[in-house]
């Protein structure tokens, strides 16, 4: 019997990723009572992880499939060094993308003035994201000599199967994380941030396949659905450096994050533009 695949699209698997952008675009500095921060997140690119469906099972990959991340963060002074703060952001690569929403609270540690200076940051986030794939798989019939196809009076000859699968990544987060400021220049401080994740990831894969048969001259057609899901759990450590004015009301911050997630190194790099009084 031959079997001929015909795929829609250029892929022969279906896969979902859940963007790992650890990135903050914070400072240990905390702002007066009263005062609202605003960070557009843009030009930020980070590696994901994910499931690749490979039929009949999907396992989960980190591949580096980049990701584009955009969004808004508001950040509120509460006075006496705490702030709080939501962000929302939207990833997507070329293959598909995830929504991700983020709160957060910091504390400040040492005097505002303090070189270093050190806040404790932590927070939470839920990520979401899903893809989609279907193919069309042809069978031949039993052929003979002369390539004519044989059609048995009791044959159950396949003549047409297609296939829809799908997978559906969401995501939570929480994390703690020390930013520290020392000041390098008179006017700018560079950010190093240590910090610890802890990461899980829930994948659903579903696949419905419909066969049509032949079978007395008489076509039937059978569908056949399964459901897989799978939980991964991570520990992820990171490090992240980035560079920012002390006191301007406007500002661009670049940073960069390094990870240890599932034995492989993701990251993040991007900047923000902020706007705000983002210290007292």
């Keep these: 019997m031959c079997l001929l695949v015909f795929a829609s699209g250029c892929r022969s698997a279906v896969t979902t990723q859940a963007s790992v952008a650890l990135n903050t675009y914070q400072t240990a500095r905390t702002m007066t009572a009263g005062n609202i921060g605003v960070r557009i997140i843009g030009c930020s690119f980070g590696s994901s992880l994910g499931a690749k469906l490979e039929k009949p099972d999907f396992?989960?990959?980190?591949?580096?499939?980049?990701?584009?991340?955009?969004?808004?963060?508001?950040?509120?002074?509460?006075?006496?060094?705490?702030?709080?703060?939501?962000?929302?952001?939207?990833?997507?690569?070329?293959l598909d993308g995830s929504l991700v929403l983020r709160s957060y609270a910091k504390k400040r540690l040492t005097e505002n003035t303090s070189s270093p200076l050190f806040s404790l940051l932590w927070g939470g986030e839920i990520i979401s994201g899903s893809n989609s794939h279907s193919s069309q798989i042809y069978y031949a019939s039993l052929f003979n000599s002369g390539l004519e196809p044989i059609l048995e009076p009791n044959a159950m000859t396949p003549v047409v199967s297609s296939s829809e699968s799908s997978l559906s990544s969401n995501a939570w987060r929480v994390f703690v994380s020390l930013p520290v400021n020392f000041a390098v220049t008179s006017t700018d401080d560079v950010i190093i941030q240590p910090g610890i994740h802890y990461y899980q990831q829930f994948i659903i894969g579903n696949t419905t396949t419909i066969i049509k048969r032949l079978e007395n001259n008489v076509y039937s057609q059978t569908i056949v659905g399964t459901q897989q899901e799978q939980r991964h759990p991570l520990i992820i450590p990171s490090l992240s450096i980035s560079i920012r004015g002390r006191e301007n009301d406007f500002f661009i911050q670049p940073e960069l994050t390094l990870a240890l997630a599932a034995g492989s190194i993701v990251w993040n790099l991007g900047m923000s533009l902020q706007l705000g009084k983002f210290h007292e």
């Design 59 to 94: 396992r989960l990959v980190n591949e580096n499939a980049v990701m584009l991340n955009q969004g808004i963060d508001l950040e509120f002074g509460l006075g006496k060094g705490w702030d709080i703060g939501i962000m929302a952001r939207a990833d997507a690569n070329l």
